[in-house]
């Protein structure tokens, strides 16, 4: 695979993502500031057919520092996979070798995370070999089984092993069911931390949530399960990428601005874009980029979120 060339200062600070992040931190006009480096926690190899190029590119244009991909799981037909529906996180992603590869070919950009189907008998074997060879997460957990089941322990010890956080796609009625019991899980493994993601998760910053909404558009009443959930444990964390973590934002942003400052210390940057632009209205990435400075309460907490909450957390140099 040949790399594309990386971005020149010029060229990212023209991007729209790295204009709003160069400005809200350095409170300097972009062309004389240097670009803050910013983590992207949440990506994916042959996402909904994307290339190896196109993707490189991508957070390239962006402006990232560092890319962890998180891979599918083993192709299977069976219940929680929704008999195949759902293989390849329902989005033709790649799985544990693809990550692998694109990590070990260029270590400065990307890092890697392992996964497997929850129930699978051998998932933790699985997993546990791609933990040894350098995987920093399991993730991304995407699988219709409960989200407090025997499955779900069984990598909740392996991660407490490994030291490594668990991504969880919270989706009713979808992946990863009954949000209302996790707190459950938190409590039992204090040791593992935990990242929401995705539909339910974001939608229960609101404590009048339908919970068969994935994208409510009204104002949100405070103090939903999102909301208690990283209050109340020091193991929970939330990744704001994607069309949920950015609609979270944008629906009520009066909500967003106490939110982004109540949870500063815990909250992460993720793209989990599909597209091949990096920029722009056709990125979800470079929106929930501009839209993090401009409504975090101060620099030093869109520092955190886009990338020292993450080097702690993965203990990122």
Not at 30 to 36: F, H, L, Q, R, W
């Amino acid at each position: 695979m040949t790399a594309p060339r990386s971005l020149n200062r010029r060229e990212f600070l023209r991007t729209s993502a790295g204009l709003a992040v160069t400005e809200a931190l350095t409170g300097a006009e972009p062309e004389s500031a240097p670009a803050d480096p910013i983590i992207d926690i949440h990506q994916h190899t042959n996402y909904s057919g994307r290339s190896d190029e196109q993707l490189i590119a991508h957070q390239r244009t962006m402006g990232i520092s560092k890319t962890i991909l998180l891979p599918a799981g083993t192709p299977v037909e069976r219940p929680s996979t929704h008999e195949g529906k759902s293989n390849g996180l329902a989005a033709q992603c790649g799985g544990n070798e693809s990550c692998l590869r694109i990590a070990r070919q260029f270590p400065d950009e990307f890092l890697f995370g392992a996964n497997e189907v929850a129930d699978l008998p051998n998932a933790d074997q699985e997993i546990e070999e791609y933990l040894k060879l350098g995987g920093i997460i399991i993730a991304e957990q995407k699988f219709a089984v409960d989200c407090d089941s025997a499955s779900i322990e069984r990598l909740a010890r392996l991660a407490e092993d490994y030291g490594v956080p668990i991504l969880m796609h919270f989706q009713h009625g979808t992946y990863n069911l009954g949000i209302e019991r996790f707190h459950k899980i938190l409590a039992k493994y204090p040791e593992t931390n935990f990242i929401g993601h995705a539909q339910t998760w974001w939608g229960n910053i609101d404590a009048s949530l339908d919970q068969t909404v994935l994208y409510p558009k009204t104002k949100v009443t405070r103090g939903g399960i999102t909301d208690r959930l990283l209050a109340d444990y020091p193991n929970m964390f939330g990744d704001l990428s994607a069309g949920s973590g950015l609609n979270s934002m944008l629906r009520d942003e009066d909500h967003a601005r106490g939110f982004l400052d109540r949870h500063q210390d815990k909250l992460l940057f993720g793209s989990d874009c599909n597209d091949s632009v990096g920029r722009g209205e056709k990125c979800l990435g470079a929106q929930i980029l501009a839209a993090i400075p401009r409504l975090a309460p101060n620099p030093k907490a869109v520092r955190k979120i886009l990338f020292e909450n993450a080097a702690r957390l993965f203990r990122i140099q």
